[in-house]
């Protein structure tokens, strides 16, 4: 059974960083392209960042040049390193992978940017 589990959120001011992780049991994280999204509260869910199997990286407009998205494959293990964190980036952080036509997401992990 493919479970998905983040962590890292917290409270950070503006201008600071967060280091997330997302663990993965039941599938290999380097076979497959897994993505970080973000939900805010009020908005739509938004594709963050995303690493394929190949190791070739993605990210969303708002996030580039600040977010890097990398992984473990030791650890099979996902990381999304966020620095200059802005007010905008409070938002729950969820993994999420696709794996035969079947999406799955952990519980999300809640960030928050506030002086």
């Known amino acids: 059974q493919v479970q998905l589990v983040e962590s890292g959120g917290g409270l950070r001011q503006p201008g600071g960083s967060l280091r997330l992780s997302c663990a993965a049991s039941g599938m290999i994280v380097s076979l497959r392209t897994m993505h970080w999204y973000r939900q805010a509260p009020g908005k739509e869910r938004e594709l963050v960042a995303d690493?394929?199997?190949?190791?070739?990286?993605s990210y969303g407009d708002s996030v580039k040049g600040r977010f890097t998205i990398s992984r473990d494959n030791a650890k099979n293990t996902v990381y999304l390193q966020m620095n200059s964190l802005e007010p905008e980036d409070t938002a729950v952080y969820y993994c999420n992978t696709i794996i035969w036509s079947k999406e799955y997401w952990g519980q999300g992990t809640q960030v928050t940017v506030s002086s």
């Open positions: 690493i394929t199997s190949g190791g070739s990286t």
